[in-house]
T-cell receptor, first 110, second 115 residues
Framework: QKEVEQDPGPLSVPEGAIVSLNCTYS??????FMWYRQYSRKGPELLMY????GNKEDGRFTAQVDKSSKYISLFIRDSQPSDSATYLC??????????FGQGTELSVKP | EAQVTQNPRYLITVTGKKLTVTCSQN?????MSWYRQDPGLGLRQIYY???????DKGDVPEGYKVSRKEKRNFPLILESPSPNQTSLYFC??????????????FGPGTRLTVT
């Protein structure tokens, strides 16, 4: 079983839709959960991170961690064409490693 | 401008011909790392370095070497490249406060093709 699993999509939504992106992870000891965004032909950039469980909100973006089900989610409200990108969940298990999901390609159509 | 730079950005080479991809950061970060990105497999960590002269294996280190002789540079060496190393490579760095390297800054990527 992979440590982090993510549905690769692609996901296509109309402008203004609420987007839900999800990952599952295998080790209940994980504490740091991140979402990175990667535009086409660019390197990933950190969008949000959450420590332990609960929600974290930043503008139109909400990151949610459910430790009981080992599930992490990113919600995008009022999605815009500029949100079109690949979204990667990631877990920091400690030490120097960072473990990424496969990434979900999102397209927001005007 | 604070950034991570990689060179070259694109490289086509032949099996067995040694190559080096350079990575440099100007943010005085202690931590640096290399990843490869392949369709359906996501980003996978090759090697990382917590500080100068300290390197460690990631999840897919086979066929790669690294060195960290100075803080700003972290080159990736392929001594005998093979076609299965055809991939998109990213270098990243992190300020690493208290060892928390979850906030990483990525370079623009190097597209490597090995024929």
């Amino acid at each position: 079983q992979k440590e982090v699993e993510q549905d690769p999509g692609p996901l296509s939504v109309p402008e203004g839709a609420i987007v839900s992106l999800n990952c599952t992870y295998s080790n209940s000891a994980f504490q740091y959960f991140m979402w990175y965004r990667q535009y086409s032909r660019k390197g990933p950039e950190l969008l949000m991170y959450t420590y332990s469980s609960g929600n974290k909100e930043d503008g139109r973006f909400t990151a949610q961690v459910d430790k009981s089900s080992k599930y992490i989610s990113l919600f995008i409200r009022d999605s815009q064409p500029s949100d079109s990108a690949t979204y990667l969940c990631a877990i920091f298990p400690g030490g120097g490693k960072l473990i990424f999901g496969q990434g979900t390609e999102l397209s927001v159509k005007p | 401008e604070a950034q991570v730079t990689q060179n070259p950005r694109y490289l086509i080479t032949v099996t067995g011909k040694k190559l080096t991809v350079t990575c440099s950061q100007n943010m005085n970060h202690e931590y640096m790392s290399w990843y490869r990105q392949d369709p359906g497999l996501g980003l996978r960590q090759i090697y990382y370095s917590m500080n100068v002269e300290v390197t460690d294996k990631g999840d897919v280190p086979e066929g790669y070497k690294v060195s960290r002789k100075e803080k700003r540079n972290f080159p990736l060496i392929l001594e005998s490249p093979s076609p299965n190393q055809t991939s998109l490579y990213f270098c990243a760095s992190s300020p690493s406060p208290s060892g928390s390297i979850y906030e990483q800054y990525f370079g623009p990527g190097t597209r490597l093709t090995v024929t």
